[in-house]
């Protein structure tokens, strides 16, 4: 089963051949070749082989930048990609501050939440990114992030911009090393990050299992010095989704990903940029507050 939430898995841009990274068949080692095992080797959205096929003639060490896929009509662009992460990011904000400004109640900011989960869960299970769907997402998720982040901070002043000002300093980090080689998305990357995710996301269901029936906060995974551990952990866990996020796109673009894939990768950078905030924001509180 895959999702688009980033605890649970990353969706590629293939539907029928798989991510264009960590699903593609891997092609017979060739000798001096140090790319020929990687998962990238395999292009799903053409019939020629993928870069990593071929006998490289970069010099070594020199960081790998997949070739541009040749211009064509109804491709992916960096451009699409951009202008529709900025549409959603952007309805997230705009209903973020209408929540805010007009003090939606938690109890209804919790229904906006719970609606939002279902849009993502729906669209991840769709074979095809649909625009509509994921606006709607955005939408109640920014009325839930408004009224949480409003709720917390009539208790820690300050402490969404804060979580704003945190969620960006870890974008454009993550960013910056990706361009520069520095963090290279490869198969082990994947294995770790996803391995990570899953552990971190069983803990947090043991402990709400404990919360819901002990009460107070379960195991204290989420208060406290153990919530602050965690919370430190989820952030990092954020930050390695965003990796995976680059690289998609980056994969996408170079492949020739269909035009429509971009609203997927808009979906998969919105979902990661909530987790990190949702992260910073209980850190915050944690460590500024009474938990």
Excluded at 86 to 93: E, F, Q, R, S
Excluded at 232 to 261: N, R, S, T, W
């Amino acid at each position: 089963m895959r999702s688009s939430n980033p605890v649970f898995s990353r969706r590629g841009f293939s539907r029928s051949g798989g991510y264009a990274g960590f699903d593609a068949q891997q092609q017979p080692q060739q000798a001096g070749n140090p790319y020929a095992t990687n998962p990238y080797a395999a292009n799903p959205y053409g019939q020629q082989p993928g870069p990593y096929a071929a006998q490289q003639t970069q010099a070594p060490g020199q960081p790998y930048a997949p070739p541009a896929a040749p211009p064509s009509a109804g491709r992916m662009t960096i451009d699409d990609v951009v202008a529709r992460t900025g549409m959603t990011l952007g309805l997230v904000i705009v209903t973020a501050a209408l929540a805010w400004i007009t003090g939606l109640s938690l109890p209804l900011a919790l229904g906006a939440g719970l609606v939002a989960m279902v849009l993502s869960l729906v669209q991840a299970f769709k074979r095809k990114p649909s625009p509509a769907l994921i606006l709607a997402y955005a939408a109640f998720e920014g009325l839930f992030l408004g009224a949480l982040s409003n709720f917390v901070n009539q208790f820690v002043n300050g402490a969404a911009m804060q979580a704003v000002l945190g969620t960006l300093a870890v974008f454009t980090a993550v960013l910056v090393l990706y361009k520069t080689r520095i963090i290279r998305v490869t198969q082990r990357f994947y294995r770790f990050a996803m391995a990570a995710a899953i552990g971190f996301v069983l803990l947090m269901a043991v402990n709400l299992l404990f919360a819901a029936f002990n009460g107070g906060d379960g195991l204290g995974f989420r208060s406290g010095g153990l919530g602050i551990l965690f919370g430190v952990i989820g952030v990092v866990l954020g930050a390695l989704f965003l990796a995976l996020d680059f690289k998609q796109v980056e994969d996408g673009i170079a492949y020739g990903a269909p035009k429509e894939e971009s609203w997927l990768a808009a979906f998969g950078l919105t979902l990661t940029l909530v987790w990190i905030y949702l992260e910073f924001l209980r850190l915050i509180a944690i460590l500024q507050g009474d938990n």
